[in-house]
Structures are given as C-alpha cells and as structure tokens.
C-alpha cells in the first residue's frame, strides 16, 4: 500500500514540487496527501494549489504556543489520514505533540554534512568556514536542531569559484533527486514506513 505523506515546508518549496513530481512519475511510491505550511503567504502553497493538493497553511503566532498549533496540525494529519511526516524546508522545530504521534516516522533535509553547520543557513556557515566538501543530509527527526538518526548523506564540492548562489543551486539540484531516491528506498524497507 502506498506511503501517505504530509510534507511540511515554509517557503519556496523546490523540494516539495521535486516530491510531488516523483510521486506522480511513479519514481516514489507515496501519496502527497497534504502540505503543511507555517508562513500562509509562501510560494510553496501556490504550487500545491497548482498541484490540486490540499494545504493546511497556519500563522503560528495566531496560537497560544506550539502545544496548540501541532493539535491543530496532528487533526488535519488524521482528516488526511497520513502516515509519514516529509520536512522539506520547514523551518522551525518539531515539538513533543507530533513527534510522540509520529514516533520514527518523521525525516528531514538538511543542506549539510551533518553534524556540521545544522540550524539557520547552512549554506551561509559552510562557505564563511571554508569547507571544500559541503552536501545534503537525510534523517530522522528528534527534539534537537537537525539531529536524529542519519539516513543518508550526499557531498558536495565547494569549488574556489563558488558563491552562496551557484552553491545553493547544486545543493538543491543534488536535493531534488536524492530525497525522492532516499524515500523510495526508505518506504520499500518493508514495514519501515508504517508502524505506529
Ligand atoms: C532546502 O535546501 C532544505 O534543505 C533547507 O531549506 C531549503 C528549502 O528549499 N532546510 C533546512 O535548512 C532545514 N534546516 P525549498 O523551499 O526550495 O525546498
């Protein structure tokens, strides 16, 4: 039975369009059943408008706290009866609401080797340190700040040349096929995506 997902993102949303383009060229065997959006005005929701996906697009701060929001978020999981939480350019931590909901079936991506540069700017860090191999991790999700349990990683090679632009654009590239990938073989693991 195929994977029922919910990917969760907050701004352009490169990576959402690249998952739900694989789940609809059969390269990922998962249904987008919805997107999660904590910033309503993103670019990301009109691609899941374009994509007749369903949204739920939230303004955090019109919530007491976190508490709050992810019950709302966690009905709207269980209206779209979703099995696996997608973090795609979601910027904001994952509280103990959805992760004890969610227990093991939550991954993010991550635009760096972790456990180097997590947090804000990847990208930014990586180049103002000078690292010649920077790349795309893959893992699970905890409480922490891009920790977890690793699933799989992808350098990238910082060229003399490279600005935060062209290095931004290869980490996407390298994204937009390696979390497809990754997930495919993650959902294919039998039982791996389902337990609850
Ligand atoms: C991606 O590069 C993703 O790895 C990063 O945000 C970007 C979202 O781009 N995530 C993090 O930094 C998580 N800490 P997108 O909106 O175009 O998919």
Same mark, same amino acid.
């Given at each position: ?93 994952? $509280?103990?609401? +959805? &992760?004890?909901?969610? #227990?093991?079936?939550? /991954?993010? *991506? %991550? ?12 990208? $930014?860090?990586? +180049? &103002?340190?000078?690292? #010649?191999?920077?790349? /795309?991790? *893959? %893992? ?57």
């Amino acid at each position: 039975m195929t994977t029922r997902i919910a990917i969760f993102a907050s701004g352009s949303g490169s990576n959402f369009q690249a998952l739900t383009d694989a789940c609809r060229a059969g390269e990922l065997d998962a249904t987008p059943a919805l997107l999660v959006c904590d910033r309503p005005g993103a670019y990301v929701v009109e691609r899941a408008t374009a994509a007749d996906i369903p949204y739920f697009a939230f303004a955090p701060k019109s919530y007491k706290d976190k508490g709050e929001f992810e019950a709302h978020i966690l009905q709207e999981l269980n209206r779209y009866e979703v099995d696996f939480i997608v973090l795609a350019g979601y910027m904001r931590l994952i $509280g103990p609401t +959805l &992760l004890s909901a969610y #227990k093991g079936r939550i /991954v993010n *991506i %991550h635009p760096s080797l972790l456990p180097a540069f997590p947090g804000l700017d990847a990208v $930014g860090q990586a +180049l &103002l340190y000078g690292v #010649k191999l920077t790349g /795309v991790t *893959i %893992h699970f999700v905890d409480e922490g700040m891009d920790t977890g349990p690793i699933i799989a990683q992808q350098g990238i090679e910082v060229e003399a040349d490279d600005t935060r632009e062209t290095l931004e654009k290869k980490i996407h590239q390298v994204e937009h096929t390696f979390y497809p990938k990754t997930l495919q073989q993650l959902f294919s693991v039998k039982g791996e995506a389902t337990i609850r």
